[in-house]
């Protein structure tokens, strides 16, 4: 299995920026596709972003699109999410999933870390 451990987080003002990464260890990076989800207070765990095992193919929510990039660095089995133009509705702690699938679907996922806040003043 892998473990997933994401940092990065924290508190910046509406129209800045964040990049969260999530540092893999266990089984070989390269075997997992990658996501990131959010859950804000008093609502679902949502889809943000997956990038394909080979980093190859990326997808996002309308909701990020233009604003946010994922990527993965083989090298040091480490996916990162660069968050530009923060708004406060994108308040939430952020998730990074693991699985073989790749899916904007949370079940689609077998690993996950522990999250991180990251909370847009406006």
């Known amino acids: 299995q892998v473990q997933l451990v994401e940092s990065g987080g924290g508190l910046v003002q509406a129209g800045g920026s964040l990049r969260l990464s999530c540092a893999a260890s266990?089984?070989?990076?390269?075997?997992?596709?990658m996501g990131w989800f959010r859950q804000a207070p008093g609502k679902e765990r949502e889809f943000v972003t997956a990038?394909?095992?080979?980093?190859?193919?990326?997808y996002y929510a309308d909701s990020v699109k233009g604003r946010f990039t994922i990527s993965r660095d083989g090298a040091k089995n480490t996916v990162y999410l660069q968050m530009n133009s923060l708004k406060p509705e994108d308040t939430a702690v952020y998730y990074c999933?693991?699985?073989?699938?790749?899916?904007?679907?949370?079940?689609?996922?077998?690993?996950w870390g522990q999250g991180t806040q990251v909370t847009v003043s406006s």
């Open positions: 266990g089984r070989t990076f390269s075997s997992y596709d």
């Open positions: 990038i394909s095992r080979s980093g190859s193919s990326t």
């Open positions: 999933a693991a699985g073989f699938m790749i899916t904007a679907q949370a079940a689609g996922y077998a690993y």
